[in-house]
Every structure is written in structure tokens, then in C-alpha cells.
């Protein structure tokens, strides 16, 4: 039997998401998406934020696949009012890495 996941797999399409701080955040994995959603999110407490909190950790146990904590993910950016962009070609840095200045 295979796992769900491999822990240092990326989404197909990564997200960037605008903080209320000016920052923008690109979201390449539940990795990122669990860190963004603990750390830095505006609003806590929402039905769809615990939601995707829960499937990133089930993630991280084999049991949930990436694409689906990446749709619950959107959920919970929808509920805090969090503007996200669905990012074409996955420039930009990770939400658990800053980003390098040239």
C-alpha cells in the first residue's frame, strides 16, 4: 500500500494569498498552507479555518490528499475575506520561507 502523500510534495498550482500587513504569501504545499493558517491568518476561530488546519495535519499523516487540503484551504481564505491568487507559474517565495532580495 502506497501513502497518500510525499511530505515534500508541492500543490500543481501554488496560491499567494495578500495579508492585511501588505505581505503576500505563496503557498506551495499543505506545509505552507498549515504554517500560513496558524501564524499568520487575520481571523481566528472560523468553521473553515479549523476545517483546513485539520486536513493539513491529516496530510501530514498520510491521510488526506494535497489537492483537497488545497480546496479547503481556498474555503478558509473565502471566510476570512483573505484575497487569493492562484499563481500560474510558481514565482514568488513560500509561505515558510521569505523571500530572497536581489
Not at 11 to 21: A, E, F, G, R, Y
Amino acid at each position: 500500500m502506497t501513502a497518500i502523500n510525499d511530505h515534500s510534495a508541492f500543490w500543481k498550482k501554488p496560491i499567494s494569498i495578500d495579508l492585511d500587513s501588505g505581505e503576500r504569501l505563496v503557498l506551495r504545499s499543505p506545509q505552507d498552507a498549515l504554517y500560513a493558517l496558524v501564524s499568520d491568518w487575520p481571523v481566528n476561530g472560523g468553521v473553515h479555518q479549523q476545517r483546513a488546519i485539520d486536513f493539513c495535519r491529516a496530510w501530514l499523516a498520510g491521510r488526506m490528499p494535497a489537492e483537497t487540503v488545497r480546496q479547503a484551504f481556498i474555503l478558509a481564505a473565502l471566510e476570512a475575506g483573505v484575497a487569493v491568487n492562484e499563481e500560474e507559474d510558481g514565482a514568488g517565495a513560500s509561505a515558510s520561507t521569505p523571500p530572497v532580495k536581489s
